[in-house]
């Protein structure tokens, strides 16, 4: 049997924290590795995506979907600088992934070597909890180990560093010696014991509100019983950050739906009405959509105590998981007895979801994106996971699909980086292969990186117990989401030169490489062809043209918006007479009488 090498100790290592997946790029820089992965018959297994940047997006995904630690590696110089993006993804939304890359053999570096980058100062921000290089193998246990831990705890990026001649020198474990740090695998995470005293204050300020609204996002994952009960208890009606938007079922009458810019006017509503508030485990940034600073009374619960007490001004920020803390305040609230409020909330819930059926059923030209959403929602699997790039697209699935049963779905929420909607739906797939995977896209996104990752789909998708990923493009032939905002923050019309895009067949393309491609020209095809997609014995793009004037409406738009918008049409916007029939169309459908 030959030597173990550091590049052998390093997967056996990888192995004994449980990780089966890595999310990555060969190189020069990280032979050593490459050729261990070989020797160890993949294990664990090696992704290889068309590019470092959808690499760590994928790991990203596989991160958000599987609640594990998402591993990513790349080579040295180019390979590491490549893998930023998709790392400052992770950063923000506060998601474990551990960067492994490799460097320059160490009797080169400090020469002005080929590819030699100083990665240590690259990824200082990045990885700004632990970034590391191992200098000699007896320091890589106790390297790795710290990377996957730190990750892990603190819900951010780690990154290690490993010259490419030491991954292939033989591995010499730490010895029981001064200055030798030997590592250990694995941690048993505690559960914060509560502060009554802040508990009981808590619930007396939940208590003595008469109009309670609650704000949740990403970090009350898997405590949905609770937040149902908390809600009844108190009357309250619930809006959720977009990174939230899988927390509890949008089918419950009390759910308000998406807030922000991206948000529905239930949710404004909520926010502008209410007198106390109780945010868990989200830290929605957009406080001009939160109540005024002297209107509510507010709790926050939320386990990273970097993050609590930011955005608002909380009189009890309470630290902890949010199953867990809900779980202890629940037998301190009283139910309230009028449920004015309540009634008030939900018939607003209604009205919103037939204003977005009437929406979608707007005349457009092809076809309304609206559309594309609405249609497929209620024939979405209970299990799917869906993914929505940045752009247009994230305007759609935000207030269109409603969410129920053990639904997942996530996009780039802090970063709102264009290109992670392809990977993410990969690493979502690698994490639960035997449940069906959809990206939404803009056309943007396909033509920056999602059309490379279809080669990766290809590459793997028979390896998958389930084969069905579909990517849902919106094809309007414009970065329609800039163009808005070009039209509604600075009154500028749309600049050609900079927002066509060239028009491409995404069905084709699909088609050429051996996926399943749809093209949908006509609204009437829309329903068949999300049917066949979701029966589809292989992965399929649906290649949906749609209508770039149809407007992104937001919840509650301001004069200065509207004025903008219109000195943009008035300035020659090549689209002007398109945008205002079809917002003339759309406004319409919030005057009309319901029912």
Same mark, same amino acid.
């Given at each position: ?15 004994? +924290? ?68 998709? #790392?400052?993804? *992770?950063? =923000? ?24 980058? $100083?990665?240590? @100062?690259?990824?200082?921000? &990045? ?6 290089? !191992? ?53 048993? +995470? ?20 008469? %109009?309670?609204?609650?704000? &949740? /996002? ?23 950050? #977009? ?16 807030? /922000? =810019? ?122 799917? !996971?869906?993914?929505?790039? @940045?752009? @247009? ?17 996530? =996009? ?46 290809? %590459? ?63 609204? /009437? ?23 770039? $004037? ?8 301001? &004069? *200065?918006?509207?004025? @903008? ?31």
């Amino acid at each position: 049997m030959s030597e173990q090498t550091v590049g052998d100790y390093l997967l056996q290592r990888l192995r004994e +924290w449980g990780v089966e997946k890595i999310f990555g790029y060969p190189g020069d820089g990280i032979n050593g590795i490459v050729a261990a992965l070989g020797r160890a018959e993949d294990q664990p297994m090696f992704i290889q995506a068309r590019h470092e940047e959808m690499a760590a997006f994928e790991a990203v995904g596989y991160a958000k979907f599987t609640g594990r630690t998402g591993i990513t590696m790349a080579t040295s110089g180019p390979g590491a600088v490549h893998l930023l993006n998709g #790392l400052y993804d *992770a950063k =923000l939304d506060h998601v474990p992934v551990v960067a492994i890359v490799g460097q320059t053999a160490r009797s080169a570096m400090g020469a002005s070597y080929q590819q030699e980058i $100083d990665l240590i @100062s690259l990824f200082k921000d &990045v990885a700004s909890d632990y970034v590391q290089m !191992v200098m000699v193998a007896e320091q890589l246990p106790d390297l790795l180990d710290r990377a996957i831990r730190i990750a892990t705890a603190q819900r951010t990026v780690t990154a290690i560093i490993v010259p490419s001649d030491l991954q292939e020198e033989p591995y010499s474990p730490p010895q029981h010696a001064f200055k030798m740090s030997p590592g250990s695998v694995g941690a048993q +995470w505690p559960t914060p014991r509560l502060d009554d005293q802040a508990l009981r204050g808590a619930a007396e300020l939940l208590n003595s509100g008469s %109009k309670v609204a609650m704000l &949740v /996002g990403q970090g009350a994952g898997g405590a949905a019983a609770e937040l149902e009960q908390v809600a009844d208890l108190l009357g309250a009606g619930v809006a959720k950050a #977009l990174l939230g938007k899988d927390v509890l079922s949008d089918e419950l009458p009390f759910v308000t739906g998406p807030i /922000g =810019l991206l948000g529905s006017k239930p949710s404004y509503d909520l926010m502008m009405g209410c007198d106390t508030l109780l945010t868990v485990g989200s830290s929605f940034p957009y406080t001009q959509f939160m109540p005024e600073y002297d209107q509510a009374r507010a709790v926050q619960i939320d386990i990273d105590p970097k993050m609590i007490g930011i955005r608002y001004p909380y009189e009890f920020n309470l630290i902890g998981d949010a199953k867990t803390t809900l779980q202890a305040l629940i037998p301190l609230l009283q139910r309230k007895s009028d449920r004015g409020w309540r009634e008030k909330i939900e018939k607003g819930v209604t009205e919103w979801w037939e204003l977005m059926d009437e929406r979608a059923a707007v005349e457009a030209d092809p076809i309304n994106p609206q559309r594309v959403f609405s249609e497929v929602s209620p024939l979405l699997p209970d299990n799917a !996971v869906m993914t929505s790039d @940045s752009g @247009s697209s994230a305007n759609w699935y935000a207030r269109h699909l409603k969410f129920r049963g053990n639904m997942r779905g996530s =996009l780039s929420g802090n970063l709102a980086t264009m290109g992670p909607g392809v990977p993410y739906a990969i690493g979502g797939k690698f994490g639960h292969p035997d449940r069906p995977v959809i990206a939404f896209v803009g056309d943007g996104a396909m033509q920056m990186n999602g059309m490379a990752e279809l080669i990766t789909i290809k %590459k793997y998708w028979e390896e998958w117990a389930d084969p069905r990923l579909i990517v849902c493009v919106l094809h309007n032939n414009d970065l329609n989401q800039v163009t808005w905002e070009l039209r509604a923050m600075g009154g500028s019309p749309k600049v050609t030169e900079t927002q066509t895009l060239p028009s491409v067949s995404y069905a084709k393309f699909a088609q050429d490489i051996g996926l399943a491609g749809v093209e949908v020209t006509d609204p /009437g095809q829309i329903k068949g062809a999300w049917q066949q997609a979701l029966s589809a014995d292989r992965p399929t793009v649906l290649d949906f043209h749609t209508d770039p $004037d149809i407007p992104p409406i937001p919840p509650h738009v301001t &004069v *200065a918006q509207a004025k @903008s918008t219109a000195e943009a049409l008035l300035r020659g916007d090549e689209d002007r007479w398109g945008i205002i029939k079809e917002g003339t169309k759309e406004k319409l459908q919030d005057f009309l009488p319901k029912g």
